[in-house]
């Protein structure tokens, strides 16, 4: 009898140790609603949310709610590769299809393709440790005139400390629903208004303080406003982009150019004070 009960018990405990295990990466994040229930700076890292942002404006989501992915992830882009989910973390790949799940975000490994600035380098308080990532399940179509890789799931997870094992209890599952919601929030020319945004998603946040704060990124700073409750999580240079953009077309020879008209505008200036000087002296030789 007591082998029997301790043979049930030990079977319980693994039984109960399983579905903590499968209830965790299964834990769906629907909505910024649901967003914001994440403990992050605590349990999770801050950077995790400009990574998804990115992510959210990178991939293409159709009126089918299709997501697919628009870079060859074993090309190392935005710090991809593939990941075998050897420890069970997330759902066994389907048999027989060409399904295999890839890690994206690594900040360490050498890319083809590399994250914005705000992402590879963020302010000291939203830096993560390069700990998390998303990873995504990937199938694989030619359709004869194009390769198409679609997504059929989307995980946010994160390595735990000094290992290289994800964390399963801080492992979620993200809805296409909220990679809409995200995509909102997109950077650039063909942002939607802060006012829009802000009603849209209830938020109390000041539009002309964050525009002011965030510039470029002010869409982007409305986001972790409502996520995170704070006001200006961190101020980035708004023109960052602008300051690139001019700093990359400065080359020696416009620094040559520039100081050769520097150099006509001060003989310019010296020729006309001759002259000035010369009428002057005729003048009051005249006298």
Same mark, same amino acid.
């Given at each position: 009898?007591?082998?029997?009960?301790?043979?049930?018990?030990?079977?319980?405990?693994?039984?109960?140790?399983?579905?903590?295990?499968?209830?965790?990466?299964?834990?769906?994040?629907?909505?910024?609603?649901?967003?914001?229930?994440?403990?992050?700076?605590?349990?999770?890292?801050?950077?995790?949310?400009?990574?998804?942002?990115?992510?959210?404006?990178?991939?293409?989501?159709?009126?089918?709610?299709?997501?697919?992915?628009?870079?060859?992830?074993?090309?190392?882009?935005?710090?991809?590769?593939?990941?075998?989910?050897? =420890?069970?973390?997330?759902?066994?790949?389907?048999?027989?299809?060409? #399904?295999?799940?890839?890690?994206? /975000? +690594?900040?360490?490994? &050498?890319?083809?393709?590399?994250?914005?600035?705000?992402?590879?380098?963020?302010?000291?308080?939203?830096?993560?440790?390069?700990?998390?990532?998303?990873?995504?399940?990937?199938?694989?179509?030619?359709?004869?005139?194009?390769?198409?890789?679609?997504?059929?799931?989307?995980?946010?997870?994160?390595?735990?400390?000094?290992?290289?094992?994800?964390?399963?209890?801080?492992?979620?599952?993200?809805?296409?629903?909220?990679?809409?919601?995200?995509? =909102?929030?997109?950077?650039?020319?063909?942002?939607?208004?802060?006012? #829009?945004?802000?009603?849209?998603? /209830? +938020?109390?946040?000041? &539009?002309?303080?964050?525009?002011?704060?965030?510039?470029?990124?002010?869409?982007?700073?409305?986001?972790?406003?409502?996520?995170?409750?704070?006001?200006?999580?961190?101020?980035?240079?708004?023109?960052?982009?602008?300051?690139?953009?001019?700093?990359?077309?400065?080359?020696?020879?416009?620094?040559?150019?520039?100081?050769?008209?520097?150099?006509?505008?001060?003989?310019?200036?010296?020729?006309?004070?001759?002259?000035?000087?010369?009428?002057?002296?005729?003048?009051?030789?005249?006298?």
């Amino acid at each position: 009898m007591m082998k029997i009960s301790g043979r049930v018990t030990w079977c319980c405990v693994a039984l109960l140790l399983a579905l903590t295990s499968v209830s965790a990466v299964h834990r769906e994040l629907n909505s910024i609603t649901d967003l914001k229930k994440i403990n992050f700076g605590q349990s999770v890292p801050k950077h995790s949310l400009l990574l998804l942002h990115w992510f959210a404006n990178t991939v293409n989501i159709d009126d089918n709610n299709v997501i697919s992915l628009t870079f060859d992830p074993n090309s190392g882009a935005y710090g991809s590769h593939h990941y075998g989910n050897f =420890e069970g973390l997330l759902d066994t790949v389907p048999q027989g299809n060409q #399904y295999r799940y890839y890690t994206i /975000g +690594s900040l360490s490994q &050498d890319q083809s393709m590399q994250l914005p600035p705000y992402v590879a380098r963020p302010s000291r308080q939203y830096e993560g440790e390069n700990r998390d990532r998303i990873i995504v399940r990937v199938t694989e179509q030619n359709t004869g005139w194009q390769f198409f890789r679609r997504i059929d799931q989307v995980y946010i997870t994160q390595h735990i400390a000094n290992h290289a094992e994800y964390d399963p209890d801080h492992t979620y599952r993200i809805t296409t629903n909220l990679l809409r919601e995200i995509g =909102e929030f997109s950077v650039g020319p063909n942002q939607l208004p802060l006012w #829009y945004l802000r009603n849209r998603f /209830g +938020s109390s946040a000041d &539009d002309f303080d964050i525009e002011t704060a965030w510039g470029q990124l002010a869409c982007l700073g409305l986001l972790l406003y409502i996520v995170l409750g704070e006001r200006h999580p961190f101020t980035p240079k708004s023109n960052y982009k602008l300051q690139v953009r001019q700093q990359s077309a400065y080359t020696p020879d416009n620094r040559q150019t520039s100081w050769c008209a520097a150099l006509v505008k001060c003989c310019m200036i010296v020729v006309v004070l001759l002259i000035g000087l010369f009428i002057l002296a005729i003048s009051a030789a005249r006298r």
